[in-house]
């Protein structure tokens, strides 16, 4: 299937004509558009002034309010990430160092932390988080690109080449695995898709990058990212290098005009010569009807690019495909954001009661193992020498009894607080889906790694969900790379794959965009050329890396060997077997099954001409029954007065060798042909 789509006439006036504007570039009041898209899609006339300071003005107060908006959640981000780095005490008491911020003396300045209880950090949330990792890293995609219409079958066989190439190229695997990370404790993922035009020497190459959700702004309210008005993306970028690439920008640099939410660190994090750039997406809608995407960047005041300004996109829009370069990997999803929760929201609660259990069981066995002693004022005891174990006389004035020093029994906690505390521990790792056996834990006798492996994918429900949803992130991702290689590969570039089904391990393709461009097709009733855009479909597979995976995939094929799937004699039957199995490479499996028959088929053949043929010519038969047939056969040549028969029987020998029977056929000829000699 493919789109076909044809120049719509323009309406007369309908260029010139000016509209109301709401003071936003590229908002515009249309009474005709649909509710739904003027949620979406910004209209913008021709007629109206690029962008300039006023524009920048207007950009920056709304990159303030959609800033205030994600306020609380950037608020949970810096906190899920001390809960991740095992410091949420500090999280918990709401501070930061060694001191509190909910005690202050008079002046209201904070007062040192008094003693406090032991604080333990256990890892449970951390394992959980870990294992998921895990799990996504076994999983990692490979992109397979199917053609819609067979004229593409090429295009859509070097894409699918070359995409993980690509991703190669921006060390994407390292970029999956820091997504994953994110996803997994703020429960979104950011990537970026953009168009880098420095990369190979300036021929310039599509950028896949990993986006801080701290410097990511967008409309709030919204569920869809593609549906915000506008999309911000922020940096900070030293200032000397901005006026090193900017030279305009020298002496001009007056601080940020948005403040950066920022991690609490382990180092010291000096941000004061650094500005705030900003990269400013808008969608705007062309008198044709087409959505065009424009970007501007500016930083404080100084604008630095728009693609409204510049002749070569101002009319088709900075990326052809129309959509923000941004793509969120949800985990758990909310209602009224298009970010979602992760595990350290729905975990810390658990791991907050763990530890404090920990902590309480841990002081009294602290309180139970230090000896401390009630002593009367009247007792004149040398304390020096009593609480040094290495003195062996303390000195001591006046009589010593129980009454004047005794000591502090402590009562050890029941075991019934233990067992509480291994009950949240249980309900850990229930909520997190987190079993002893996603660990590699199993029960006692389960060794073999089929079983193994057939117990994590039982429990592994929830990891193929979250996987399946990053695997539509990533449909989403890959997409965005074939869009950008049909607006900019203009120049054949040449790409070195490999595979095991390429020759020699390694080849190479070459690829433009050539075949993925519009395409003429025919005329239509209003005279106007129709065209055709080659449409791809995008489908992930998995690069299995679970070595239990491995070796229950090479446990199988030893069954299916021992059971005769293998045998050629048994293909029929195999073949049956194999139409109700489902396994990774089944068709592989089919496929060297259907082989084995069909060659078996042509030795049969080839086995029943050859015996045929030497029966035929008398090669390999018994010497007294070749004498009787010679003996007939003269017999026959001396009553019939010619050798004719002999020519006949040999003919006839050969036409029936050269129309092979098979063996049922043969022995049911046999019992068929009369024989003279019964009575």
């Not at 658990?350 to 002693?373: C, H, V, W």
């Not at 299995?544 to 021992?562: G, V």
Request: hydrophobic share 35%; charged share 25%.
């Amino acid at each position: 299937m493919a789109i076909f789509f044809g120049k719509q006439p323009e309406q007369p006036g309908g260029i010139n004509r000016q509209q109301p504007s709401t003071g936003v570039p590229g908002v515009q009041a249309d009474p005709n558009m649909p509710p739904e898209m003027a949620a979406m899609l910004l209209n913008r006339d021709s007629t109206q002034k690029t962008i300039g300071q006023e524009d920048i003005k207007r950009a920056t107060e709304l990159l303030a309010k959609y800033k205030q908006g994600k306020a609380n959640l950037e608020t949970r981000i810096v906190d899920d990430e001390l809960w991740w780095e095992l410091r949420h005490w500090e999280a918990i008491r709401g501070r930061q160092g060694g001191v509190s911020a909910a005690k202050t003396d008079a002046q209201g300045n904070p007062l040192p932390d008094g003693p406090r209880t032991p604080e333990p950090s256990s890892a449970w949330l951390f394992n959980s988080i870990l294992n998921k990792h895990a799990d996504a890293m076994d999983n990692y995609p490979e992109p397979v690109v199917l053609p819609r219409e067979r004229s593409d079958e090429d295009s859509a066989k070097t894409l699918s080449s070359v995409l993980p190439v690509i991703l190669e190229y921006n060390d994407y695997e390292q970029t999956y695995s820091d997504n994953w990370w994110e996803k997994l404790k703020h429960g979104t993922a950011a990537y970026g898709v953009f168009w880098d035009p420095s990369k190979e020497n300036g021929l310039g190459d599509v950028a896949i990058q990993q986006i801080d959700l701290l410097k990511l702004f967008w409309e709030p309210g919204i569920t869809d990212i593609q549906k915000s008005r506008n999309l911000f993306v922020i940096d900070l970028v030293d200032e000397d290098l901005l006026e090193q690439q900017y030279p305009q920008l020298k002496g001009k640099l007056k601080g940020n005009a948005i403040d950066v939410k920022q991690y609490i660190y382990d180092d010291t994090v000096d941000t004061s010569g650094k500005s705030v750039v900003v990269d400013w997406y808008y969608k705007v809608k062309s008198p044709s009807g087409k959505t065009l995407l424009h970007y501007v960047k500016f930083v404080g005041d100084q604008l630095l690019y728009a693609s409204e300004n510049d002749p070569d996109y101002r009319e088709r829009g900075f990326y052809d495909h129309g959509q923000y370069p941004v793509v969120l990997d949800v985990m758990f999803p909310e209602k009224g954001t298009p970010i979602g929760f992760g595990y350290v929201a729905i975990c810390k609660d658990p791991q907050l009661y763990i530890d404090k259990l920990s902590g309480n069981i841990l002081e009294n066995a602290m309180m139970t193992t230090k000896k401390r002693f009630f002593a009367s004022t009247s007792t004149n005891i040398n304390r020096e020498q009593f609480m040094d174990w290495n003195e062996p006389i303390v000195d001591v004035e006046g009589e010593i009894s129980d009454t004047r020093l005794k000591e502090i029994v402590t009562q050890p906690l029941d075991d019934i607080y233990v067992t509480v505390a291994q009950m949240k521990i249980e309900e850990m790792k229930d909520t997190a889906a987190n079993r002893d056996v996603n660990s590699g834990g199993v029960g006692s006798g389960v060794t073999a790694a089929a079983a193994i492996a057939a117990l994590q994918e039982a429990g592994n429900k929830a990891s193929r969900d979250m996987i399946a949803a990053s695997y539509r992130a990533h449909v989403a991702i890959t997409g965005l790379c074939v869009e950008l290689i049909r607006q900019f590969y203009d120049v054949t570039r040449s790409f070195r794959i490999t595979g095991p089904n390429v020759p020699g391990g390694y080849d190479f393709v070459d690829l433009n965009n050539a075949k993925l461009q519009e395409q003429p097709t025919a005329i239509g009733s209003d005279g106007q050329t129709l065209y055709r855009k080659p449409i791809f479909d995008l489908k992930i597979k998995a690069q299995k890396k679970n070595p239990f995976s491995r070796a229950e995939q090479n446990q199988r094929a030893q069954d299916l060997y021992n059971m005769g799937f293998f045998n050629p004699e048994r293909a029929q039957e195999s073949l049956g077997a194999l139409d109700m199995m489902e396994f990774e490479g089944i068709d592989k499996v089919r496929e060297y099954v259907q082989q084995g028959q069909t060659l078996l088929t042509m030795c049969q053949q080839l086995a029943q001409e050859n015996a045929m043929l030497k029966a035929a010519l008398g090669i390999g038969t018994d010497p007294a029954a070749a004498a009787q047939n010679g003996s007939s056969g003269s017999g026959a040549q001396t009553a019939g007065g010619s050798g004719g028969g002999t020519e006949s029987s040999l003919a006839s020998g050969v036409l029936k060798a050269q129309q092979p029977m098979t063996d049922y056929g043969t022995r049911l000829a046999q019992r068929s042909s009369p024989n003279m000699n019964t009575k």
